[in-house]
Each structure stands twice: as C-alpha cells, then as structure tokens.
C-alpha cells in the first residue's frame, strides 16, 4: 500500500493511478480565479514566481486590470498556469502522490509539466512568458480561436478549409476548437449555425493556438525548452503528443513544442486517462469546462473541478472521500 499524507487523506494503490489532475487551458480568466487561494500560504511561493514573470501580482493583477489585458494572449497563459501550480502547491504542500496522473489543456500542458515536476514553478512561469511571446510575435495581430459544438468532424473540417480556418482542438461530445483570424472565425461560425450546429461563436483567445499560422513558433520555443534544466516526472505526466507518458521530457520537448502548431487531440487524450484506470478527475481551473467534457465522456469517472467548491478544504475534503 502507498500512503500519501495530504489533510487526512490516504491514496491507495502501488502502481495504480486513481486520480488524474487536469490542468485548464486559457479562455476563462476571471477576477476571482485567485480568491480560494488568498489565505493559503503554501501558495504564496507561486504567486511571488508569478509577479516576477508577469511584472505585478496576479491577485491585484485580476482584480484590476482592464478586461483586455485579463484575455490578452501572453497575461492568460501566465495567470492560468499560476492558478494551476498554486492549487497544487495548496493542495499537496508535500507533494502530490506519486501515482496521480496530470495532463493539460492547451498552455495547461505547461503547466501539467510544472505540476510533475520537469521544471521548477519559476522555470516554468518564465517558459510559459517566452511561449507567449513568440506565439505573439508570429501570429497574426487579429488571430483568435473559435468552437463548434454539434457537428461531425468532418463537416468542421469542410468549414474550416472554406473560410481558411483549421481545427486546433478535438473534444469529446463533437465540440471542435477552431482558429484563423477573427472575421474568419466570425463566419465560419455563422456558417456552422446555418448548418444546424447546436452551438458556435468565437472565443476570449486572441492567437490562432495549435493551427499552421504559428508554424514560425515552434523552433523559437523549442530552443527556450531546450535551455531549461529538466528533470525527470515524478508524477504521470501525459502529453498530448500522441497522448502518451512523459518518461524522458528531453524526447517529449520537441513534441510539446510542435503544438504550438499541431492539432491537439483532447479527446484521445480523455481516453487514454480512462484506459490507465482513473477513477477520479480534478480540474484545476480557472473555469469547468475540462470536467464538463470529462464528466460526459466518462459517466463512471467522478469528475470535479476545483471552481465547483466555496473552499480548498471542500476539495481537500473530496480527495479524502473519494
């Protein structure tokens, strides 16, 4: 039996992964991503890495920065994959177990890297500021990303090609993530609506993520991860390269790097969780939207994310329980 002490909690099980951690992705900055985490001090270490990379502290940052600079592309990425290395930090302030599982959405693959332990919290703030960065850099000035729910894969991909679009991310439940520039993203959409999707528009992301038009990126980020110091995963780090383990993150960089450009394949992503016998998922947030799709795609998994909860001790308390 492995035994982790976390508030009381006892995880069992060697070898077996039980629990999976989902990091989210940007798209649902608030100004109350940060108010569980106020009184923690485990997490202050985090935040004080994250006011270095972001410049000002990521709480005063949420609550008072104008709605642009809360959606901008590179202010996203760095307080969402804070938000993710502080509830963790919170959470496990002695370390998560060793057979938990943590995977990440988009930039929350960054952090899902942090999480297990590649880098350390500051290395990965500043390779998420250099990732932004040069995803900027090279995007077009109004590229964005928009979603379609509804219609098969197929249909989608027939629209993205009219309308010089690509798809970036594949969902559980026929929701699609699709990215091009922003009048593009605008008809497409339309488009998809009058062709009986159930839901379409253009999301609060302002670089086409994971499509062609950031080809340019991928070998300026690569040569930033290849400068950082690496460690091996101590915990089960699932890229979404292949949807595979991390064993050896120098051979996983130069997948995690080409995503910039790559479609991402979330969906195979949920189903190799499921296969290696998960039977709990939390997502760290900011938002819901990674347990929603969970909770469809896996009726028999329990599925919470941590913005369902008034306090961490009602997820420290659901850790315990499960």
């Not at 703030?125 to 979603?147: E, P």
């Not at 699609?176 to 999707?197: K, N, Y």
């Not at 938002?287 to 969970?294: D, K, Q």
Request: with cysteine; charged share 20%.
């Amino acid at each position: 039996m492995c035994r982790s002490a976390c508030h009381g909690a006892v995880y069992r099980g060697v070898g077996i992964v039980t629990l999976a951690l989902f990091c989210s992705g940007q798209g649902h900055q608030n100004r109350e991503m940060f108010r569980l985490l106020a009184a923690e001090p485990d997490a202050q270490p985090i935040f004080e890495a994250a006011t270095a990379v972001l410049g000002t502290d990521p709480m005063d940052f949420c609550r008072t920065a104008p709605e642009a600079a809360l959606h901008a592309n590179r202010e996203g990425q760095i307080l969402c994959v804070t938000r993710a290395l502080a509830i963790v930090r919170a959470l496990f302030p002695t370390g998560a177990p060793s057979e938990t599982m943590v995977a990440g959405y988009s930039v929350g693959e960054m952090a899902a890297w942090g999480v297990a332990g590649i880098w350390s919290p500051m290395d990965t703030l500043k390779l998420v500021d250099q990732r932004a960065r040069v995803m900027d850099a090279v995007g077009g000035s109004d590229d964005g990303l928009g979603y379609v729910r509804g219609l098969p894969q197929v249909a989608v991909e027939h629209l993205a090609n009219r309308f010089g679009c690509a798809i970036a991310i594949v969902n559980p439940d026929l929701l699609f993530i699709v990215g091009g520039d922003r009048r593009s993203i605008d008809a497409l959409c339309a488009a998809a609506l009058q062709e009986g999707a159930a839901r379409a528009a253009p999301m609060m992301v302002h670089v086409a993520s994971h499509t062609p038009r950031l080809a340019g990126a991928v070998a300026q980020f690569d040569n930033a991860l290849a400068s950082a110091v690496m460690n091996r995963p101590i915990l089960r780090l699932m890229t979404a390269s292949g949807a595979t383990l991390v064993t050896d993150p120098h051979r996983a960089r130069k997948g995690l790097a080409r995503q910039l450009a790559e479609r991402i394949d979330w969906a195979g992503m949920v189903e190799a969780v499921a296969e290696r016998g998960v039977t709990a998922i939390l997502e760290l947030g900011p938002g819901r939207a990674l347990a929603e799709m969970a909770a469809v795609a896996l009726p028999s998994v329990m599925v919470r994310a941590v913005d369902d909860f008034h306090s961490l001790a009602g997820v420290r308390a659901w850790l315990a329980a499960r």
